[in-house]
């Protein structure tokens, strides 16, 4: 799914370039053994495999990360890097044009554009992180019309932790199987969410996750 472990460096800053000798290194591989260079190299045509969620191949897709002030800094960090990482083009979006920081100080984050300027239509998927940040997009009509689009397009819309405050105030929910931190489970469940105490729950096009401590 879209949400994927990092090291712990990521909190702070930028994953770093390996320094082992380039002759040192190892192909990488895809599930089945096959080396990435060997697998990619078929003379088939079709995306590439090293990267999905689900059957969307990842090279070259657009994902919308939706950021405002005291977000969970890890929770919008990792996604950040691990979907640039698999070289898909993250675009951050903010409720007005200033930098966003982090609940625990990450920051300032610059975002690349505003709520109010992009379109589901443009994109791919959409990444809601938690922290204090949710309920402040909950609050702006421009973010529930953004989660109201992907999800009648049936694109990945994924969420962590309190971020379910947004999908929830963009009424998507009912009938859905999702999970949450603990603490909004009640909210969840009142807007006709099937609340799961899982890890990460997919149902459709929508990926919940609980908390980052199950990533």
Do not use: C
């Amino acid at each position: 799914d879209l949400w994927v472990m990092s090291p712990a460096s990521y909190r702070t800053a930028p994953p770093r370039v390996d320094s082992t000798d380039v002759s040192e290194r190892r192909p990488p591989e895809i599930p089945d053994g096959t080396p990435l260079a060997r697998a990619t190299n078929t003379g088939q045509a079709g995306p590439r495999r090293e990267r999905r969620v689900g059957s969307m191949a990842l090279i070259g897709r657009k994902a919308l990360l939706l950021a405002a002030d005291d977000f969970e800094d890890m929770e919008l960090l990792y996604p950040l890097y691990h979907l640039r990482e698999a070289e898909m083009m993250v675009t951050v979006a903010g409720l007005d044009d200033q930098p966003v920081t982090g609940k625990k100080g990450h920051g300032p984050v610059a975002v690349d554009t505003t709520v109010d300027r992009v379109a589901a239509a443009d994109f791919d998927a959409l990444v809601i992180p938690g922290g204090y940040a949710p309920d402040k997009l909950r609050r702006s009509g421009a973010v529930l019309a953004l989660v109201r689009a992907f999800d009648a397009a049936g694109k990945p819309i994924a969420f962590i932790r309190h971020a379910g405050w947004v999908p929830i105030s963009a009424k998507i929910l009912k009938g859905r199987r999702a999970t949450s931190v603990a603490a909004i489970r009640d909210d969840m469940m009142n807007a006709g969410a099937d609340w799961v105490d899982q890890a990460t729950v997919v149902d459709g096009n929508l990926i919940s996750a609980r908390t980052p401590a199950d990533l």
